[in-house]
Structures are given as structure tokens and as C-alpha cells.
């Protein structure tokens, strides 16, 4: 039984590091943003009334989350253990899940300076066309703004502009830092240096799990 958070500023690669474990350790993988991304593209009332928020790069209200959380813990599949990403954000919603029965084991903190962050979710464009994406920074298409496979004009997300980013990371700093705290005094955190490249990251967070 494995009970695993990751913790990381926006643009830290939480999600993609998270799949890649719950791949490899068969542990589900459980992102309140993915949950909440869906309900706003299948337009439910949920996605409805959250979309304003994650649009703008603002938390979602407490009481909303929690919610939303508990209904997906509940199910059988994460009686074995479970990955948490991007929940909890902040010391109120620690708490509730702490009162709530839902513990971890170990927390995984991937630490990346703001100007890196910056750099790799501003430079991110992608292809309305065919998906493909790239950064002009780390991974740029051959031709300026063109996609490499298919030539369209590439496009910038809503909430990667270096406006909704630069909200993000201080929403992070003043409310979810305090988490790393929390768990860095309960001795079950485990600090990874997010400045490094993806593959590095990746090991480093393996062999601290032991695979
Ligand atoms: P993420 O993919 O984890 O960066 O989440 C994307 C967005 O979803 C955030 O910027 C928030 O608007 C919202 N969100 C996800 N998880 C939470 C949470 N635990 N509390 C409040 N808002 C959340």
C-alpha cells in the first residue's frame, strides 16, 4: 500500500511525473485539476461553475474541491493507495482530509525556481491542428510558429500567458507552501530539484520510491 502526494508549482511537471508512477507502481492516479478540466469541456454544471476560476488562474473555492475530492476517494479503486496531484492547495483543505480519514505516506515536493517555470509554460505552443506541441525554448518547430508536421500557425493556452502564470505561482507561494512545511516537519517529505531535465527528475523520484 502506497499513499503518495506530489507537490510542485504549476509548470513543474506534477502531472506528467504522476502518470509516469502510477504506470509503472500500478497505483491510480488521482489530479483535481484533470477532474475539473473535464467537467468544464463536457460542460457540466460542475465545469460550469468552476471554469471562471481555473481560467483565470485563481483557486477553486474550498467547499467546491473538497467535495469533488471526497466523491472520487471514495471509490474501491484507491482502497490500495493512491498518487494525489494538486490536491491538497492549501492549509484548510490539508486539514479537511486529514479529519476526513485520507492519509499519505510519503510526499514527493519537485522544487522549481519561478524563472524556470516561467520560461517552460510561456514558451509552450501548440498545434490547433493535429495537437503536436512544442516550446520555443527547449523544443521549437523548424519554421517560426509553424507546426513541424503539419504547418498550421501554432497557438498559445488561455492560461499560459505569462499574466495567469505569474497569479499561479504566487496563489502557490502564499497558500500551498505552507503544506511543504507541514510535511517537511512530519518528516515525510522528499525535496526533488524541478530544475533539472524531465528524464532527471523522473529518476531521482524513482529511486527515492524504490523502483
Ligand atoms: P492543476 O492542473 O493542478 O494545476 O489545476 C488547474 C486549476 O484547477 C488550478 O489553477 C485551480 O483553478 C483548479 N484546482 C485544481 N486543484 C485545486 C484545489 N485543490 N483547490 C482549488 N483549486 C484547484
Redesign the pocket.
Known sequence: MMRILILGA?GAG??TQSKLISEILSIPHI????I??NEISSGTPLGNK?KS??ES????P?EI?VEV?LSEMSKDKYKNGYIL??????MN?LKVMEEKGIHVDKVIFIDTSEEEIIKRITGRRSCPNCGSVYNLYYNPPKQQNKCDKCGTELVQRKDDTEEVVRK?LETFKNETLPIVDYYTSKKILYRVNGNKNFDDIKNEIFSLLGV
Open positions: 504549476p506534477k502531472g489530479s483535481t485539476g484533470d475539473l478540466r468552476v476560476y481555473v488562474g485563481q483557486l477553486v474550498d474541491i475530492l496531484d494538486g490536491f491538497p492547495r492549501n483543505q499561479r
